[in-house]
């Protein structure tokens, strides 16, 4: 059984910091991808910011230059260090994860966390 376990949300103001972390478990045996979208009110889920195993990283173009993905790969976790909050960047924030479970196996799966909110707001 695998799980994404989400932390680091909450309230900031405009102008503010906060780093979400996702920690896998289970029985996994290798991760592909993983990453944060999010969903605000009333909107569609989006893609924010994903991490690939070889260590190349994407971002939607609203959170460039203000947000970073990292990983620890020993710690099946990933980061997203958001800076310079912005009120748009309120929503709620999921982890994704590409997953392989077994040595040699041609199919992956995706996880998805519970997600964590983030308010941007005086």
């Known amino acids: 059984q695998v799980q994404l376990v989400e932390s680091g949300g909450g309230l900031v103001q405009p102008g503010g910091s906060l780093r979400l972390s996702c920690a896998a478990s289970g029985s996994i045996f290798s991760i592909d991808r993983m990453g944060w979208y999010r969903q605000a009110p009333g909107k569609e889920r989006e893609l924010v910011a994903t991490?690939?195993?070889?260590?190349?990283?994407n971002y939607v173009d609203s959170v460039k230059g203000r947000f970073t993905i990292s990983r620890d790969d020993a710690k099946n976790t990933v980061y997203l260090r958001m800076n310079s909050l912005k009120p748009e960047d309120t929503a709620v924030y999921y982890c994704n994860a590409i997953l392989q479970l077994r040595f040699g196996a041609l199919v992956r799966y995706q996880y998805w966390g519970q997600g964590t909110q983030v308010t941007v707001s005086l």
């Open positions: 991490s690939t195993s070889d260590g190349s990283t």
